[in-house]
């Protein structure tokens, strides 16, 4: 799939490891490489694993912004120095969840240069980058020259091949990384069910057509949630890729608080951007898995509430 998707060339001996899905590589390349009281730099808004993660083990989480001024994308120099010489590894994740943003070759170079200059394990969560809603194939960390000396990416099945509960995924770059990570996972499990190997098998050699397919549904649901957001009054930029759309809420309005009426008022549920850190208040993430006819009444629904609470307000 590397090498089809991405160009990228991987030796399966030493870049490639098999992970239960993404979500169990990252808590455990986490356990494998950090320490306690070690330094972990998170994206804030982000996926809520990274930062659990270093907690469990008793390191500590450092959140860095991504500002919706800048895309999304983080400014890497900001973060300060006393921190970054604390650091042991640095999470990013494009196509980013939950915001939805990109990134191109040039920002993942950065975030290389940057990793290397410091001495830091370079962590890409790439789970979303076939899920394109524009046509583009979302870049690979491994294409940046150089950067399997300093990072390892993740991805998974669930995303790219409709594979959520399957639970594969894997870890590929750094070699010494990986054999860190492999002794935990040794402890950790056994392996996966051989019926779900094989089935990942016949998803990475059949017809690939029907991702662009997928990707295109996506986008008419996508486009679906943005024109009903509109009508509500809620903020959010067309998003480029992953199933998500990350919206802003109307002022005065709490995540959580919005989060909970919709669901115990109008039976809609969304995700409330706190979970994913700080800088997620004043959000939420609506998800595009759901068919057109359901995402439709609940748009539908979220119009009338909001226009019915503003109303008693």
Same mark, same amino acid.
């Given at each position: 799939?590397?090498?089809?998707?991405?160009?990228?060339?991987?030796?399966?001996?030493?870049?490639?490891?098999?992970?239960?899905?993404?979500?169990?590589?990252?808590?455990?390349?986490?356990?494998?490489?950090?320490?306690?009281?070690?330094?972990?730099?998170?994206?804030?808004?982000?996926?809520?694993?990274?930062?659990?993660?270093?907690?469990?083990?008793?390191?500590?989480?450092?959140?860095?912004?991504?500002? @919706?001024?800048? #895309?999304?994308?983080?400014?890497?120099?900001?973060?300060?120095?006393?921190?970054?010489?604390?650091?042991?590894?640095?999470?990013?994740?494009?196509?980013?969840? @939950?915001?939805?943003?990109?990134?191109?070759?040039?920002?993942?170079?950065?975030?290389?240069?940057?990793?290397?200059?410091?001495?830091?394990?370079?962590?890409?969560?790439?789970?979303?980058?076939?899920?394109?809603?524009?046509?583009?194939?979302?870049?690979?960390?491994?294409?940046?020259?150089?950067?399997?000396?300093?990072?390892?990416?993740? $991805?998974?099945?669930?995303?790219?091949?409709?594979?959520?509960?399957?639970?594969?995924?894997?870890?590929? #770059?750094?070699?010494?990384?990986?054999?860190?990570?492999?002794?935990?996972?040794?402890?950790?499990?056994?392996?996966?069910?051989?019926?779900?190997?094989?089935?990942?098998?016949?998803?990475?050699?059949?017809?690939?057509?029907?991702?662009?397919?997928? $990707?295109?549904?996506?986008?008419?649901?996508?486009?679906?949630?943005?024109?009903?957001? $509109?009508?509500?009054?809620?903020?959010?930029?067309?998003?480029?890729?992953?199933?998500?759309?990350?919206?802003?809420? @109307?002022?005065?309005?709490?995540?959580?608080?919005?989060?909970? #009426?919709?669901?115990?008022?109008?039976?809609?549920?969304?995700? @409330?951007?706190?979970?994913?850190?700080?800088?997620?208040? #004043?959000?939420?993430?609506?998800?595009?898995?759901?068919?057109?006819?359901?995402?439709?009444?609940?748009?539908?629904?979220?119009?009338?509430?909001?226009?019915?609470?503003?109303?008693?307000?």
């Amino acid at each position: 799939m590397y090498e089809r998707v991405f160009d990228v060339d991987l030796d399966p001996e030493t870049e490639v490891l098999p992970l239960l899905g993404s979500k169990e590589g990252i808590f455990h390349l986490t356990l494998a490489v950090a320490k306690a009281d070690d330094i972990v730099l998170v994206p804030d808004p982000g996926y809520p694993t990274y930062a659990r993660s270093a907690r469990l083990l008793g390191a500590v989480p450092y959140p860095f912004a991504l500002d @919706p001024r800048r #895309g999304y994308l983080p400014d890497l120099s900001s973060i300060p120095a006393a921190i970054v010489a604390r650091a042991r590894m640095l999470w990013i994740n494009y196509p980013n969840n @939950p915001t939805a943003a990109v990134a191109d070759l040039a920002l993942l170079a950065e975030a290389v240069d940057f990793a290397r200059a410091n001495g830091l394990l370079l962590c890409h969560d790439a789970a979303y980058t076939q899920v394109n809603l524009e046509g583009d194939v979302s870049p690979s960390l491994l294409q940046v020259p150089g950067a399997r000396e300093v990072a390892v990416e993740l $991805n998974s099945l669930s995303k790219s091949h409709n594979m959520a509960g399957w639970r594969l995924g894997v870890a590929v #770059g750094n070699p010494a990384a990986l054999v860190k990570l492999m002794r935990v996972k040794a402890e950790a499990d056994n392996g996966h069910f051989l019926a779900v190997t094989e089935a990942a098998i016949v998803a990475l050699t059949g017809d690939q057509a029907w991702i662009a397919e997928r $990707n295109a549904e996506y986008r008419r649901r996508r486009d679906l949630v943005l024109q009903g957001l $509109n009508q509500a009054g809620l903020r959010a930029s067309p998003s480029k890729a992953t199933l998500y759309v990350w919206a802003g809420l @109307p002022n005065g309005w709490r995540s959580e608080a919005f989060a909970a #009426g919709l669901l115990g008022e109008a039976g809609v549920a969304v995700t @409330p951007g706190d979970v994913y850190g700080a800088r997620g208040e #004043g959000y939420i993430r609506i998800s595009l898995g759901t068919p057109h006819e359901r995402i439709a009444e609940g748009m539908r629904r979220l119009q009338v509430w909001v226009t019915s609470t503003e109303a008693r307000a």
